[in-house]
């Protein structure tokens, strides 16, 4: 008998099982023979769906913070050195 080579599958795909899996119309043996994977991973990526789902919420005001955050600091940085480019084109003079 010969091995199954070792398969990797998509994101989306992952995904799009473990929401049929969350529907729960069909059985994990019905999905798993449907998508030709094996019962213990779909319940691997249905665990991992409800776990992560929480985040996919509070993630985005997070994210909006940090921006702005990051987009003061870069604005700073840009002043700090306009005012450095502007004090050493004044101390070399106009000819230079």
């Not at 069909?26 to 992560?52: M, S, Y």
């Amino acid at each position: 008998m010969t091995r199954r080579k070792r398969r990797n599958h998509s994101e989306s795909f992952k995904a799009k099982v473990a929401l049929a899996a969350v529907r729960g119309d069909r059985t994990l043996a019905e999905l798993a023979e449907q998508f030709d994977v094996h019962p213990n991973q779909i319940q691997e990526w249905k665990k991992k769906l409800l776990a992560g789902a929480e985040q996919i919420f509070s993630k985005g005001t997070a994210d909006a913070g940090d921006t702005d955050q990051a987009m003061q600091k870069l604005h700073a940085k840009i002043g700090q050195l306009t005012m450095e480019k502007d004090f050493l084109a004044n101390a070399l003079g106009p000819g230079r």
